[in-house]
């Protein structure tokens, strides 16, 4: 009896470990997909089938708040590079937030303060098959029965530390030209040249092999890298440049950056391919150079919605004004000045080339 005790007692604890097994190792396998009814939490995330990209709950830099974002997650990054955020407009407060899709075709992020944001990546039809499904390239896409146009667009940050949506827009001309442009608010800002096959004219990284797809519901580019050993991606920056970043195999990193519209000294030379900017006419001039202390005198536009690229061009149009800079320390709103610089302050901010003098007299309030 104890003999049979004693193996019925292995069997319930051979069982219990089984059970643990396929709970924590099967149970929390992460999948690509997720479809209506299901809900992912924030502890819970979507993991491509190659594993280098995750869409999940996660802080950003210095701002308070919970974001869903997806994260390139190679390993040699740390932390982890977001490469696309959903609710950059709208942090969540806290660790509550969930992410649904309706039967109507929506994503959909809700938190226990009542935050309902709806995120779209797509315009499916209505349907209960809709699903969400992250690839292998990063790309998150919402699928239904039917075939719906797809729109794919990189839109800047307002700043490095803001996730707000900035000025500047990175996509396929619309147009069907077979070139990528930049849009700043809605003018055309920067043209890649035409496709020849493999590159463009005026994109400034030879690495890359571009493939063109179009037809009635998509049209965009793919890129390859020529060069097995590196890895490489594009990035767009808060004031309209184009980044290109390689990493090797033992994680060092490197940038290629072009742009139009010089605003520092440390900065690449303007890029071909810039749109024809109107000029100001102003006698100082339209270059602004990056500098480093305070003007006598500053007037705020605390509209947190501009970014420092929207500054400048507020600023270059108004022959008065001397200098810009953000309004915050995150890089949103905006300052101005029309008088003159002081030498005491460790402050970044731009001034109009050769504007104004340095007066070296200390700033009194």
């Not at 463009?200 to 009635?216: G, I, W």
């Not at 290109?244 to 994680?251: A, K, L, N, P, Q």
């Not at 290629?256 to 519209?261: I, K, R």
Request: net charge neutral; glycine share 8%.
């Amino acid at each position: 009896m104890a003999r049979m005790r004693r193996t019925e007692y292995f069997k319930v604890i051979l069982s219990c470990l089984v059970v643990f097994w396929f709970i924590c190792f099967q149970g929390l396998h992460a999948a690509d997909t997720l479809t209506v009814g299901q809900t992912m939490r924030d502890w819970e995330f979507l993991e491509s089938p190659n594993k280098l990209f995750r869409l999940q709950f996660c802080g950003l830099g210095v701002s308070y708040g919970r974001y869903l974002g997806i994260q390139y997650m190679n390993d040699r990054l740390v932390p982890a590079k977001f490469v696309w955020v959903a609710n950059s407009r709208i942090p969540l407060a806290d660790t509550s937030g969930t992410l649904n899709i309706t039967v109507d075709g929506n994503l959909v992020l809700t938190d226990s303060n009542g935050t309902f944001i709806t995120i779209s990546v797509g315009q499916p039809a209505p349907s209960s098959n809709i699903s969400a499904t992250l690839l292998d390239s990063g790309n998150l896409v919402l699928r239904s029965g039917e075939r719906q146009p797809q729109y794919r667009l990189l839109t800047s940050f307002a700043s490095q530390r803001l996730a707000t949506p900035g000025t500047f827009i990175f996509g396929v001309d619309p147009n069907n030209t077979k070139q990528l442009v930049i849009w700043q608010r809605g003018v055309l800002y920067w043209r890649s040249g035409i496709w020849n096959g493999y590159n463009f004219n005026y994109f400034p990284y030879s690495k890359f092999d571009f493939s063109y797809f179009s037809n009635e519901s998509d049209s965009y580019f793919t890129y390859t890298i020529n060069d097995n050993n590196l890895s490489s991606w594009i990035e767009m920056g808060s004031s309209g440049n184009i980044r290109i970043v390689e990493m090797t195999s033992d994680g060092l990193l490197s940038f290629t950056d072009t742009h139009c519209g010089v605003t520092d000294k440390l900065e690449y030379g303007t890029a071909a391919g810039c749109a024809v900017i109107e000029t100001s006419n102003c006698k100082s001039g339209d270059v602004f150079d990056q500098t480093r202390g305070e003007m006598n005198s500053w007037n705020f536009l605390n509209n947190f919605s501009l970014g420092i690229a929207d500054c400048k061009e507020i600023c270059r149009r108004n022959c008065s004004c001397n200098a810009y800079g953000s309004a915050s320390s995150n890089g949103s709103g905006c300052k101005f000045s029309d008088g003159q610089k002081l030498n005491f302050s460790e402050e970044a901010f731009y001034i109009r080339n050769g504007s104004v003098v340095a007066t070296g007299k200390p700033y009194s309030h």
